[in-house]
Structures are given as C-alpha cells and as structure tokens.
C-alpha cells in the first residue's frame, strides 16, 4: 500500500497463501465455559432449541418487497435477490438449506458468514456459506471489517466488507457477536456437567439389586462363592424369569437395595437445568418437551410466544444483517426483505375465519384479501371493500357494487 492509500484510508484486496499467520490475525470470537459442539451433543434440550429455531425460521418464507408510490408493496420476484433467499441460495443449495445452515451458525457461534456473488450490474446472484472456523475478521483504520477465509484447499483470501453477509449476535464491539451458549455459559456449563454426572452415575455406578446375607459363614472360597452366583444367575436373573419364587436355605435373607436420583434431588436439578437453557433462547418450555405445566389452554399461547419472543427477533436480525450487506444504499430506499410469520401465527380454523368475517364486514379485508392468506387464487370481482350502511356520512345514499 503507497503512501496516498495509507493517507486516504483507501482498502485494497489481496490473498495470503500462509493460514496460519491468517489465524492469528483474525478475530475469532470468545470462549466459554463448554464448547458449543460439546453443548449440543451433551444437552438435548440445547440442541432442539437450535433446531426449533433453525428449522422454523428458514421453513416460512423470506422475501424481497419494493415500495410503491401509493405506500403499499409489492413482492419484488423480478430481482435475482428474490430467488436466492426464496428458491435457490446457489447452486449447491437450496434457500432452505441455506439459511437453517446460517441460524445455526448464528444460534451456536455469534457469527454466520456467507460469500456475496454480485453479477455485472452489482446484483446478488448467489449466497455460498463459510464455516465459522474459517473465517477471521479484522477492523481496519478506516473502520470498515475485513474477512480472511481459509481455503480447504490451502491459502487464504481476503474479502472486503461489501462481498460478505455477516449475521452476528448481540455485540459488545460492534464487530464479533455473541451467541446465546456464550451469553449464558455458566448456566451451559452447568447443565453440561450436569449431564456428564447422569452418564458417571450409569456407566460407573456400583448399583446391585439386592444383598443375600447369611448368619454364619456359608461360602468358603472363592470358587464356591462364584458357584453360588452363577446358580442364582441362572435360575432367577432375565426378563423370562422375572417374579419366580425364590427359596434360601441357612437362614439366608434377601435384602434389596434401592437408591434413585431423586434421593439427592438430582432429577429436579436437572429439570430446572433444562428450563433455564430453553429460557435462554426464548423457548417455551413446552415446545422442548418439557410438559409439566403443560395445558390445553397455555399450550398454543406457548406457541404464539414462541414467534412473538424468540423467532420474531431472530428474523428482525436476519433481515437487517440482509439489508445491511446485500443492498446497496441506493436500493435500500425501495427495496427490503421480510419474513412472513404470519402463517405461524394464524389460529386453528374456526379463530382465522372468525378473524376474516370481522375484517370483511368492517372494510378491512376483501374476499381476494383473504383467498390470499388462504394461498388460494383470487376470483373475478373480489378485490371490492364492503362499507357497512351504518357507516355511510349522513346525507349520503349507500351504493354497493360488486359482490
């Protein structure tokens, strides 16, 4: 870089061939107390948390808007931006796999990356998704990000802020985001050590069905005391020979040993281990399975939370993190992406098309308006807006046209 670009801050782009300086000039994030591979596959709760939230908000649709000049929108399908994030995000993937594989990265590192294709007029043609481990990023003196990836095939290229999607958590530098294992690691770690004692507890513990004690000295070795327990093994030891009569001579006596979890209150430890990591990412408890307080009636407002507090932030940020990266600042003005969560909102049957008719008989909705919703097509003369005669200003005649 000469002396001019080090004056006006000017970026260039350049490849390293060496990863391992590329590593250690990168940002790489924050530790925590367990790793968040370690916390999924040791937390169940943990990971169908990142799979409610993955699978539920790449599963409804994500789509590009343009802003018309009487207020409302129009679904922009013209773009090749419409495409990428609803049909095909690349060749390799579809927009499904795409953006479950970049929640994921988001919900379990902070960060989810993924390379920009831009075509000869500037336009986001594909998406290609990057590991978090192999991207680094660095802040330059100008204040803009720089990413460094490293190729699987050996080296590392360097891109500039405009060609990556960077979909971070809650920050504390503006930079690098947090995840919600990193946030909360000390309540993760907990629950991981937690689940690492059950798996001590079965496959250490010495836990014997029962004692048979004599008064006297009735085995006198070994190889008669082995006699005696393959006898007993034999004869009562199986499911088939579960409840069979079982007769001691020499005043032998059954004692049976009992010992549960519950006893050091380990069980309902745990329980409230798992809660807390549904708490922390905005899961209701009963959509882990976690139905203890579970009803009838809470059970479908747990679901309507389950959109308003954890998938509806969630697709806030993806969509500013879109905004921010995908569109130019000129485009920004007319274009936008949203995610439509209305389908995870609707009612049962009965509670939506009670929700229509009061939307048609106050002017709200018109038959097409709600064919619509119903992803049904529209029909000839539908788009007209009934006005209830009471509504009508006085000294007016009501009209009613169409149907």
Same mark, same amino acid.
């Given at each position: 870089m000469g002396f001019l670009d080090r004056f006006f801050r000017r970026e260039t782009r350049s490849a390293s061939p060496d990863a391992f300086l590329a590593e250690h000039l990168a940002t790489r994030g924050l530790g925590g107390a367990a790793s968040p591979d +370690?916390?999924?596959?040791?937390?169940?709760? =943990?990971?169908?948390?990142?799979?409610?939230?993955s699978e539920m908000l790449a599963s409804v649709g994500l789509f590009a808007f343009?802003?018309?000049?009487? *207020?409302g929108r129009e679904r922009a399908d013209d773009l090749p931006l419409y495409a990428v994030l609803h049909d095909q995000m690349n060749p390799n993937l579809a927009a499904f796999e795409g953006r479950e594989f970049l929640l994921r990265e988001l919900d379990t590192r902070g960060n989810?990356? =993924?390379?920009?294709?831009?075509?000869?007029?500037?336009?986001? +043609?594909?998406?290609?998704?990057?590991?978090?481990g192999n991207v680094g990023v660095e802040r330059l003196a100008g204040g803009r990000l720089r990413y460094r990836i490293s190729s699987p095939y050996g080296g590392t290229e360097v891109l500039l802020q405009d060609e990556v999607l960077h979909v971070r958590g809650p920050t504390r530098d503006g930079m690098m985001g947090l995840s919600p294992l990193h946030i909360a690691r000390e309540a993760m770690g907990?629950?991981? *050590?937690?689940?690492?004692?059950?798996?001590?507890?079965?496959? @250490?513990?010495?836990?014997?069905? *029962?004692?048979?004690?004599?008064?006297?000295?009735?085995?006198?070795?070994?190889?008669?005391?082995?006699?005696?327990?393959?006898?007993?093994?034999e004869k009562y030891q199986g499911i088939g020979k579960s409840g069979e009569m079982m007769i001691l001579d020499g005043g032998a006596k059954f004692e049976r040993i009992s010992w549960t979890p519950q006893d050091a209150e380990f069980l309902a430890s745990r329980k409230l281990a798992n809660e807390d990591v549904a708490r922390v990412f905005g899961i209701p408890p009963t959509c882990v399975g976690i139905t203890d307080r579970g009803t009838y009636s809470n059970t479908e407002q747990e679901a309507r939370a389950l959109v308003q507090n954890a998938l509806g932030p969630l697709a806030a940020r993806i969509e500013a993190?879109?905004?921010?990266?995908?569109?130019?600042?000129? =485009?920004?003005?007319?274009?936008? +992406?949203?995610?439509?969560?209305?389908?995870?909102?609707?009612?049962?049957?009965?509670?939506?098309?009670? =929700?229509?008719?009061?939307?048609?008989?106050?002017?709200?909705?018109?038959? @097409?308006?709600?064919?619509?919703?119903?992803?049904?097509?529209?029909?000839? @003369?539908?788009?007209?807006?009934?006005?209830?005669?009471?509504? +009508?200003?006085? *000294?007016?005649q009501a009209t009613q046209t169409g149907v």
């Open positions: +370690v916390t999924l596959s040791s937390l169940a709760v =943990a990971a169908r948390c990142v799979g409610i939230r343009r802003r018309t000049a009487d *207020g989810a990356f =993924a390379r920009i294709e831009r075509n000869a007029r500037g336009q986001v +043609v594909a998406l290609w998704p990057e590991p978090w907990f629950a991981v *050590g937690q689940a690492e004692t059950a798996e001590g507890f079965i496959r @250490n513990a010495l836990r014997p069905s *029962g004692v048979i004690s004599f008064p006297d000295k009735f085995v006198q070795n070994q190889e008669q005391a082995a006699r005696v327990r393959q006898t007993l093994r993190a879109m905004m921010r990266c995908l569109l130019s600042d000129a =485009a920004r003005r007319s274009i936008y +992406v949203e995610h439509d969560l209305s389908a995870l909102l609707r009612g049962d049957v009965q509670a939506r098309f009670e =929700a229509y008719r009061i939307g048609r008989e106050i002017g709200a909705l018109s038959p @097409n308006d709600v064919r619509r919703r119903e992803n049904e097509p529209p029909i000839a @003369n539908g788009d007209v807006y009934h006005q209830p005669a009471n509504w +009508v200003p006085l *000294g007016t």
